[in-house]
Each structure stands twice: as C-alpha cells, then as structure tokens.
C-alpha cells in the first residue's frame, strides 16, 4: 500500500474509532488511569490547530453526544482535575447520564482521562481536606448528590444512600458547575429546586444548601438546606423570564449571596442578588434592590473573589457591542441568551457595576460557535479556566453554538492588567 494510502487508511480507522467511542457504541469498559494517556493522540487526529486553548475533549456533534458542565479544580500536589458531562439525544441525561474525569500533571498543557463516573451531572469539582468532590445531581433535574475521591479523581465514592453522599432523597434539581465557596466555618452551594411546574425558567426557585467545613460532606443529615424562593414573572416590567445557576460569593459587608443569572428577552442583560442568613436557612430578595446589570448576565457564569483585594471577577459569555451595558432594556432581534460567540474578563467592586476589562475570545459566527460555562479558578497572577466550547472540526463543526463539541483549557495570563480593548 502506498505510504500516502496508509497514512488515510489510519486516520480513518482513528476518526472512526473515535466516533463510535463518543457515541457509546464501542465501550471500552473500565481502564486504569494509564490507558487515558493514549486519548489525546486521538482528540488531536479529529481537531483543526484553530480551536482555542488546549482541547481536553472532543465530541462530534454526529455521536449525539454534546459536552457540557465543564469544570476545574486544582489538588493538593498541584496536579489540575476537569470534568465535562454530556447532554444530547444519546447521553442518557434524564435517565443516568455520564462524567468524565480528566487529569493534568503540566499545568494544563496536556491531559488525560482517568475515570467515568456514571449517574452524575451538572456538576463541578472542588478540593477540600485533602480530598476532591464533585457535586451536582445524578441526572437532568434529579437528586442532589455528591461523591469523593482520595486517590486524585480516579475512583469516586457511590451515593447509595443519606450517609454516602445523597443529599435528597427525592424531588427535582437544577444546578451547574458553580463555586463552592468557604466563609465562617461554613462550605456554601447554590442550587434551584425545578419543582415550580414543567416550564424552563419559570419552574427554578433559588436557594442555597451549607454545611461545617469539619463535617462529612457526604452525610446528609450535615447539610442544611434553605428555604427555595420562586420568581415572578412580572419583575422587570416584565421582563423576567426565570432565575438559575446560582452562585455562593461573599458579599462586600461580609454576608453570602446567592447570585444568578437572569433569563431576560433583551438588554441589559441581568443577575439577581438573593441574600442568605448566617445560619444557611433563609433566602430573602428584595425585587427593587435586587437586581444588577452584568453583561453576560442570561448566560452561566462563575463569580469569585479577588483574594488580593475586595473586588470580583467572572468570565461571562457578552453580547458585543455598544449596548452589552445599555443603562435601559432594548429589545433585540435574538435573545442574549442566544449570543455565546464572545468570553470576556469582567470586574467589580461591588457586584452591582461591571466592567469588561478584556475580550478573552471570539468568532464572528453567532449560529454554531460559543465560548461558555466557563469555569475558572485563580492560579497566582493568572487565570486557569474549562470552556464549553462550539467549533469547528472535521466532521462539520458543532451541531449548534449550544451543543457544544469541545471541552477546552485556557490559561489567561497577568488577568489584573488586562484592560478592554477599544
């Protein structure tokens, strides 16, 4: 066979190979975390040089597997850990959907998958107590349930009941890969309860679960769960179309909020800012105080801060343009929520006026591309972040800017001295 021939024949038998794994139809069952090493040769067979960042992952949109609910933690020897799930028509997300674990031991330059966690989504990783955790639900709008790994992300502890790290025993949740966070004593968590009708949005009511720092975090019976606030549809005038995907941050006096984004028809785009007591059981909203611009704002974003100074930062997928901080609503031809080809820097003082500091990345193509779910961590003067990410590929690019076919690292560099661009 000529060498030209040959060189097609393999690549071929890797796209494959590739695509029937992504699919599920060729399952390799469960492998050592040495068999994820050989993965990154495959992802780079199927991926132009353009995609920004360094890929973690790649799924065709043809496997009707999308990627979603990227997440990053950072253990304690250094090594980082990101994890994605997957949505789609072939992921088994209503019923016991799928999470990949993957690890890098070179800041993030290069990564291999080291384990599969089987009924668990929406979640994100977090490393306390010499441990690592991820914490979500274990399927769309499911159970609230957290798992533990002591050997680095490679095998997880099993949620079977109140002791093991089931947290509800029944209802319906909502949740993304938000921060937890660690203030007076307490590990802090935002989630919704989806137990407000069937209507996206409107059935979320926000809220906030607690627990000791000291506790076993996969006893339930060491939680505390507040109460869950619903919208309203007339807020905004009206213009509030749900509430989701909040985040725990501490606010400038001290207090914990529960920040989330806002579903609206138009600009400026909006978060809510709900107020949880001490104690971890009341949320309160004042709805003519409790509304703040934030571009960026309908989409999933993550708040943390600065642990050098009093302000905030988020990375939130913006509408470009003049009007991404219109001081009043304009409508416009495609829902914000819709608008996920620019990541940009944003900055605060008070978590009431943003300010972009700087595009971080763009593609003029609105339909199939997108830059979200970022999460992201603070790794001295930098940024290290896992994107949801829509691009091109081989196989005809993602499905959509939503259904996304790359989870993607990146390493924004000097972050405090970005400014935005003219």
Known sequence: MPFMSLCRSVAERRSRLWLLLSAGILNPGPFPAALGAIQPAAIQN???A???????????AASGLYIGSPSIAVLTNGDYLASHDFFGPNSKEFECPRTWVFRSQDRGLSWRRVSEIQCQFWANLFSHEGAVYIMGTDKHHGRIVIRRSTDGGVTWSEPRDSRSGLLTASGQYHTAPVPVIEH??????GFENAEGGTKWGERYRAGMLSVSAEADLLDASNWTLSNFLPGNSSWLQPRFGGWLEGNAVVGTSGEI?????VDTPGLPEKVALITISPDG?????????GFANLP???KKFTIRRD???????????????????????????QAPASVRNTLALLYSENLRQWKIRSILLHHADVARHGFQYV?????????????RTAYDDPAGGAHSFHDANFLTFHRFKNFRSLAAKP
Do not use: M
């Not at 007076?184 to 968590?189: I, P, Y």
């Not at 999460?375 to 994107?387: E, P, Q, R, S, T």
């Open 296 to 298: 960026g704002g309908a």
């Open 50 to 60: 353009n995609v920004p960042g360094v890929v973690i992952d790649h799924s065709p």
């Open 307 to 333: 642990p050098r100074g009093n302000g905030y930062w988020t990375l939130a997928s913006i509408v470009p343009g003049p009007d991404s901080q219109a001081s009043t609503p304009k409508e416009e031809p």
């Open 281 to 289: 059981r009341q949320a309160a909203f004042a709805p003519a105080q």
């Open 184 to 189: 007076n004593g307490r590990l802090w968590r």
């Open 257 to 261: 909020l529960d920040v989330l984004r």
């Open 375 to 387: 999460d992201w961590l603070f790794d001295d003067d930098d940024l290290i972040a896992v994107c």
């Open 46 to 48: 199927q991926i132009p």
